[in-house]
């Protein structure tokens, strides 16, 4: 099996391409919707999520909004945060891998791949990217998004340029939408073939 780790900073499109890779029929961790899941109604991140942020989760579970506003910004809280999170989805992530142990190829769809470590944790990194102006207009239309708060996210980002110049592999998602996805499917072929399946 190759491990690939999919990864992009906020906006880039790794959600699209994340798809695509499932419409081609390999499977897909994907970090954020674990969390969501973890963070929703009866999560079970939930309990300690409030202990440690009082006022931040609700009966629909973890209040983004409000934890939002509680950490970003404030390093500290940050890492407590992640400190509650990060070995969760750990724990998720290499029970997908079980589950899929005999796939020639899975992703894991981390966005904080590279700040956390995680590509490590890899066999290659898949790195997704748009120009800057393409990159700004798509997160700031956003239902609640603001400049502070996309600049705040910016910050605890790895810059794009590095991401790239860390990656194995990089796919433009500011290109018609057919031709990042014939990029994806060359790649799997490419990646596939290497595996001799």
């Not at 290109?175 to 595996?195: F, G, H, N, Y």
Request: aromatic share 4%.
């Amino acid at each position: 099996m190759i491990v690939l780790g999919l990864t992009g900073s906020i906006g880039m499109g790794k959600s699209t391409v994340a798809q695509m890779f499932r419409d081609e029929g390999v499977p897909v961790f994907d970090a954020d919707a674990c969390v969501h899941r973890l963070q929703g109604p009866g999560g079970r991140l939930v309990a300690a999520i409030e202990s440690a942020f009082p006022g931040t989760t609700d009966a629909n579970g973890v209040n983004r909004a409000a934890l939002g506003r509680a950490v970003l910004g404030d390093d500290s809280a940050m890492r407590r945060l992640e400190r509650i999170v990060h070995p969760a989805v750990q724990a998720e992530r290499a029970a997908f891998l079980h589950r899929h142990a005999d796939a020639p190829l899975v992703v894991v769809d981390v966005p904080l791949l590279f700040e956390t470590g995680g590509d490590k944790a890899v066999d290659k990194v898949l790195v997704v990217s748009a120009e800057p102006a393409v990159q700004e207009a798509r997160v700031l239309a956003r239902p609640g998004m603001t400049r502070e708060k996309f600049d705040a996210i910016l910050a605890r980002q790895l810059p794009d340029a590095d991401k790239r110049a860390r990656a194995d592999h990089v796919i433009a998602t500011d290109i018609p939408i057919t031709d990042t996805k014939r990029a994806v499917q060359r790649l799997i072929t490419c990646m596939r073939d290497s595996e001799g399946r």
